[in-house]
Structure formats: structure tokens, C-alpha cells
């Protein structure tokens, strides 16, 4: 959706689409989860549409119970690849007793200690609830670990029934050598099966590879995978500019840093300041 226009033609554009309330927003270009957020009705849409300094994406609400991270590269010219990392993602969420509130709950979460002001913040008009005892509480549905999330290794089920997955799905544009898949999907086992799962989103060079985390890993070990990944992306990229793809100059590389570095900030800025 682009930045600035007529909340009217939002709405008109909303009413041509497949979507419906719930569903997800976030920006066309972001990370770590900055202002992703769960629209449930027309009030929550309109102010985050007035907040929104940038343009952003609508996107289905997908309920399967299980968010996933795949890592995949392949070398131009090569019909496989290889699933460097698999890992699961778990909410920052509490669960009530039945006696505190969940002001209380959120205190006494460890994961959420870090961002106390951030968290109460989005939820201050529940603070006060109590929440029954064995019912979860999402405190954040941004499911990235900036954003409280949990990793958690999926490394045992990498397989032949996986890769072969990923490299339909990578083979579809012919384009796709580097980078992290995120996807919800119904189960392990249905994944593997090429059914019952949506991909969330692609993300390229740029990309984390999330399983330096959950792993059990050393800092050692982190930079270790870390070095090994830019070696793929340098070797990915040699291959590329020898079959006519350019590589961009030190100028514009260096322009694109500063714009993006100035984008996040703002992002970053707005998410803490934003409860819708």
C-alpha cells in the first residue's frame, strides 16, 4: 500500500482484494519486526496507515500453529542446493494462573524483561486482566528474535524430503540462490510433503541466518557460520556478474547503506512509540 494516499482508497483497495479482517501489515521494506502488526479492524488500519511514514504491505493473516525459518543457497548454474539452517520460531507470550494480571505475568517473564516498557506499553488497556489459568497471552506476534521470539534448532529434520522442497520452490523464478525463507506452516511432516504452508516472506542477501541462535552455539561457532555464509554469498556473486549480472559501484552501495540505515531508524522509532 503506498505511503500517503487517501485513506479512502485504502479502504477501496481493501475492498477489491481477497483480505479480510484479521491480517497482517508491515513495511514493503523492513526487518527485525518493526511495525509488523496484526490488524483487526478498520480504527487499528486507519492509524497505522496515518503512522505509517513508508509504504507497506497487507498481507493474509495465516493461522497454522508453526513458523519456520529455512536458510537455502545454490550455485547459479546448479539444479540443488543446500539447507544450511532450520529452525522453529516461538512467541514471546505468557500463560495466566488465574490469579495475576498480566501486568504481573509480563514481570515475571524472563524473555520479556528486556523490553518491559515496549510490551506494556502495546498492551496497557489489559495490564489489569487476568488472564485464566493455562491460557496463552501473545505478547508479541512478531516472531522475530529482536522481537522476543525464541529459536529453537530444527536441525534433526533436514532431509532429502526438505531440500527437495526448497529447490522446486527456488527453481520456480530461476533466481532465487541465497537466503532465508520464513514460513508457517501445518506441521514438520507436512512441509516436507510440499503441502500445507505459506511462505510469509523472502529474504535475500540481507538475510540473518537465524540458526547462529537456538543451536546451542559458541560465539566462535556463530562467527564460523556467519564467514561461511559470506563466502557463499561472495562465490554466488562472482558466479552471477560472470553470466552478465553487474555489480554495483562503491557510490551506490554506499548511498543505499545510508538511506536504509535512516530507514530502520525511523522504523525502529515509530514500533516503540506505536501500540496499534
Known sequence: MRHGIAFEEVEAQLANSILEYPFAVKPDAGMMGFMFRKIRNRD???????????????QQWVDYPLEVSVFYYRLPGQLSGTITGFIKKEFLQVTGDGISTLDRLIDNCARARFRLAEVKSKHADKLNHVIPAGQPYVLSHALNLSRGGKLVS??????????????????????????????????????????????????????????????????????????KHWQILYKISVLNHRNGVNYWDFRRGKEYYKKANKHFKILKQLDRATTV
Open 44 to 58: 487499528e488500519l486507519r492509524e497505522y496507515h496515518q503512522k505509517m511514514p513508508a509504504d507497506y504491505i497487507m
Open 154 to 227: 530444527l536441525e534433526h529434520e533436514k532431509d532429502k524430503n526438505l531440500l527437495k522442497v526448497f529447490d522446486d520452490l527456488s527453481l520456480y523464478t530461476k533466481q532465487f540462490y541465497y537466503g532465508r525463507y520464513d514460513i508457517k506452516c501445518a506441521s514438520i511432516e507436512a512441509l516436507k510433503q510440499g503441502k500445507d504452508f505459506s511462505i510469509l516472506e523472502f529474504n535475500g542477501s540481507g538475510a540473518e541466518p537465524h540458526h547462529v541462535y537456538g543451536n546451542g552455539n559458541t560465539l566462535l561457532k556463530a562467527y564460523a557460520i556467519l564467514i
